[in-house]
Nanobody
Framework: QVQLVESGGGSVQSGGSLRLSCAAS????????MGWFRQVPGKEREGVAV???????GYADSVKGRFTISQDNAKNTLYLQMNSLTPEDTAMYYC????????????????WGQGTQVTVSS
């Protein structure tokens, strides 16, 4: 079982930036995909960005052009650079791993971190 630990969340003003990191406990070169999701209380978990083992990426329409997902395979670390943040980006952000598929549906991901809170004030 791969352990995932997120970091980098915090509070920022609208228009600001944050960089989230997700450290994986083991070398997961057989994975199909890693992704970032977010959730606010009372709402379903939303796919934000995904990246395949080979580096192909996909984004939710709401974050295209503002967020960038990347990975450092040597460090077993996933990143999410978030720019031009708005209050609508406020949520708990989770990283996740999928062994077989890669898309923005949370149901294809089987390993999850505990989350890191991002709060954007206006």
């Amino acid at each position: 079982q791969v352990q995932l630990v997120e970091s980098g969340g915090g509070s920022v003003q609208s228009g600001g930036s944050l960089r989230l990191s997700c450290a994986a406990s083991a070398y997961n070169y057989r994975r199909a995909c890693m992704g970032w999701f977010r959730q606010v209380p009372g709402k379903e978990r939303e796919g934000v960005a995904v990246i395949t083992r080979d580096g192909s990426t996909g984004y939710a329409d709401s974050v295209k052009g503002r967020f960038t997902i990347s990975q450092d395979n040597a460090k077993n670390t996933l990143y999410l650079q978030m720019n031009s943040l708005t209050p609508e980006d406020t949520a708990m952000y989770y990283c996740a791993l999928s062994w077989y598929k890669c898309d923005l549906r949370s149901s294809v991901f089987t390993s999850w971190g505990q989350g890191t809170q991002v709060t954007v004030s206006s």
